[in-house]
């Protein structure tokens, strides 16, 4: 997933705006259109009436793989939509029944450190694509039509391997088939709202940001990108470690404070340098986002996580249908409004977050 998704996103704004002559608005567009299948995430729950989690996220990475490496081939407005829905099918169910299985599977005391070992995995597999782009753009000079069959085809020869070679695991708690929303999950669902509300705008804006404002080049993008993953390579282990130790609310208080920060900055910098600090100071903050997952896995019952997954993917896409398009429009008026409401959402957050502690106590005493 992470090899396939890093080079189509290292290439995506370039590719929209050399090739497909995209301007905010058709980026916004594009953007809302690939969060339709995160959206659509609970829809997952159904599918498992038929196949097992694990089939199920092959076969995602299978139709992500392919998206990827076709996209290349459709340099014009629709081609580029539809290729992304398609990869955005493959990625978004993958990710729903990733968090679900790394939920079920890990038991509660090592749940953050071994998700921050998983964002470190990732970080060195987008790590080795971002350079692979960079080389293909900086020294062989290679078109986008071929870049992205590369990498999508990579992809799809990774996928037959997994297909073939891993056993298939059995499940400890049988999950429900069927949808599950509680109101003990309440504060989750909220936090897990404007998460997915503020990633939007940093995934959408932050990196069109770069090229439109301060005309990043796709090498320059690779190299952003490149020193992102080795921070993410080296914090996150070390960010999952530490959540264990200090606890969801504080380490949800750090992050949003530091995200209000970051947001107002994005709307004020004038430099391409100190862009590009902002940029790789927001990727640290979000990975602090595991403790959402690990206060969820406390608060849950262990039956309904694969069925809250899909939910919680559903809800965390909610605004991410309607931010990337309307937020489009509102960057031909003015680009700083968008990062402004980002840093409004992580003051809305903040507050939130204060009612960590009080709700794992409230499960603490249901349970006894």
């Known amino acids: 997933m992470a090899i396939t998704f ?30 339709v299948p995160g959206f659509l995430a609970f829809t997952a729950v159904f599918l498992l009436l038929v196949i097992s989690e694990q089939t199920l996220a092959l076969v995602s990475l299978c139709l992500m793989s392919i998206g990827v490496a076709i996209t290349g081939l459709f340099p014009f407005e629709i081609g580029l939509y539809a290729t992304t829905v398609l990869m955005s099918i493959g990625f978004h169910y993958f990710e729903t029944v990733n968090n679900s299985l790394a939920l079920q599977w890990l038991n509660k005391k090592e749940t953050p450190e071994v998700l921050g070992k998983l964002i470190s995995v990732k970080s060195i597999a987008s790590l080795s694509t971002y350079a692979v782009v960079w080389l293909f753009f900086s020294v062989l000079m290679i078109s986008y039509s071929t870049a992205y069959l590369v990498v999508g085809g990579v992809g799809f020869v990774l996928f037959l391997w997994l297909w073939l070679s891993f056993p298939s695991f059995k499940p400890e708690v049988t999950q429900h088939k069927k949808l599950i929303l509680r109101g003990r999950y309440w504060l989750y669902y909220l936090l897990t ?38 921070l993410n390579w080296y914090l996150a282990p070390k960010i999952g470690r530490w959540i264990g130790k200090i606890g969801e609310r504080k380490a949800l208080t750090i992050e949003y404070i530091g995200l209000v920060f970051v947001f107002v900055g994005y709307g004020l910098v004038e430099t391409s340098e100190m862009a590009a600090a902002l940029y790789l100071i927001d990727h640290v903050f979000f990975a602090m986002a595991i403790a959402i997952k690990t206060f969820f896995q406390k608060i849950a019952y262990p039956e309904d996580i694969a069925s809250s997954s899909g939910v919680s993917f559903t809800i965390n896409h909610i605004a991410a249908v309607v931010i990337p398009a309307a937020f489009g429009l509102l960057w031909l008026v003015n680009p700083s409004i968008v990062f402004f409401a980002g840093a409004f959402m992580a003051a ?12 794992l106590s409230a499960k603490e005493v249901m349970a006894s």
């Open 193 to 230: 709202f404007f998460s997915g509300a503020r990633r939007q705008i940093f995934m959408v804006f932050a990196g069109y940001l770069m090229v439109e404002k301060f005309n990043y080049s796709v090498a320059n993008i690779a190299t952003l990108y490149i020193a992102n993953h080795l």
């Open 348 to 359: 809305i957050s903040l507050l939130l977050s204060q009612l960590v502690d009080r709700e």
């Open 6 to 35: 890093a080079g189509w996103l290292a290439m995506l704004n370039n590719f929209a705006v050399e090739k497909a002559a995209f301007t905010g608005a058709e980026i916004g567009m594009l953007q809302s259109l690939r969060e």
